[in-house]
């Protein structure tokens, strides 16, 4: 697959050398390159703390999206919902 990279002249500069050095191909030095990175285990994110507006707001999506799941039951999965979809077998 073909893309753009838009890379910093200095990193450029780099990769044609090393390129060079190791009689490789800039495609097949960057392809390597990028490839050992999605092996390595990602690092882990640093989640900041939540605060008390960021944790009511949670709560809040958390009550909204409780209540829609709540409504969703009786038409969707109550009573008589299988029948209706086999034309009244079970």
């Known amino acids: 697959m073909k893309t753009t990279l838009d890379l910093p002249d ?3 500069r780099e990769l044609k050398i090393r390129a060079a050095r190791e009689g490789a191909t ?3 030095l960057i392809a390597s390159a990028l ?11 640093r989640q900041r703390p ?3 507006r960021d944790e009511q707001k949670i ?3 958390m009550e909204k999206e ?8 009786g038409p969707v999965f109550g009573e008589g ?4 979809l086999l034309g009244g077998r079970r």
């Open 10 to 12: 200095e990193v450029y």
């Open 26 to 28: 800039l495609t097949n």
């Open 35 to 45: 490839a050992s990175a999605l092996n390595r285990p990602a690092a882990p994110v």
């Open 50 to 52: 939540l605060n008390k």
């Open 59 to 61: 709560r809040e999506w």
């Open 66 to 73: 409780s209540a829609f799941l709540e409504s969703m039951r």
């Open 81 to 84: 919902a299988v029948a209706g």
